[in-house]
């Protein structure tokens, strides 16, 4: 019985305090507590919840109140009113469901960030090690045969950073790339560099970890760094590093 009362709306403790009024009959708290078991400091806060419902009500005699059930048959005028108030409820829900598609959307709006020159890509590349901690990792793909001298020595300062982080990096070079780059870049603790699978020379490079994608385009006086923070768009890139990785060959 008690189940179906809780599956009519009561809470547990209700539905005891009120099958315990209904067999008592007219009953002080005292009784109402022994009979129910429910603890005496939540009693005052039930009854007054089923005096609100109508199942229950209360009379004075000598100055204490005394508790008596209301008839069965007011169950069913509490369900009614769960009803309504559930159609209501869905009535308001349909109101606001345009808005909560509206903020959904623009939580998922990328947030994206542009640099200029090789300051702007390094400024875009530290930002990783914000991010990724211990054993995580990031991709690079399409990375140039060939680079400038001091981009060969800025990623070795890099490169010692995230060995100290200890972040794993795997990396897909142009296949142009020289045995002798790959081997320096490999000797680097938690790093797999290999040889796009493809003869594809790739406008741009494109590193991802967590939800960010950066793609470098170093063509050009003025290279640009675009930064896109969207996990969408992040699983995307990783696919498609995915499907290079697996058809490229570890370097020997």
């Given amino acids: 019985m008690i189940n179906t009362l809780k599956k009519a709306g009561l809470t547990g403790g209700e539905s005891r305090v009120y099958l315990a009024i209904t067999e008592l009959g007219e009953s002080s708290v005292g009784k109402i507590v022994d009979k129910s078991k429910v603890t005496k400091s939540i009693i005052y806060q039930i009854l007054e919840k089923l005096v609100e419902k109508g199942l229950i009500s209360f009379i004075y005699k000598d100055k204490t109140k005394h508790f008596q059930a209301e008839s069965p048959e007011n169950l069913i005028e509490f369900l009614e009113q769960q009803k309504e108030n559930i159609d209501e409820t869905e009535k308001e829900i349909k109101e606001i469901i345009p808005q909560l598609l509206m ?149 020997k």
């Fill in 103 to 251: 903020k959904r959307a623009v939580a998922k709006t990328s947030v994206v960030t542009v640099y200029e020159g090789f300051k702007g890509l390094m400024t875009a590349y530290k930002k990783r090690f914000e991010v990724l901690r211990e054993g995580e990792e990031y991709l690079n793909l399409g990375l140039p045969a060939t680079q400038p001298g001091h981009h060969h020595a800025y990623w070795k300062k890099d490169h010692k950073e995230r060995k100290k982080r200890k972040i794993k990096a795997r990396l897909l070079y142009d296949r142009g790339v020289s045995d002798v780059i790959l081997k320096e870049r490999n000797k680097f603790k938690g790093v797999d560099a290999r040889k796009m699978p493809l003869d594809l020379e790739s406008p741009s490079w494109i590193m991802t970890y967590k939800d960010v994608t950066v793609i470098a385009i170093p063509q050009g006086v003025h290279p640009i760094t675009i930064e896109i923070n969207n996990p969408e768009i992040t699983k995307s890139f990783n696919n498609y590093f995915k499907w290079f990785w697996k058809k490229s060959k570890p370097f």
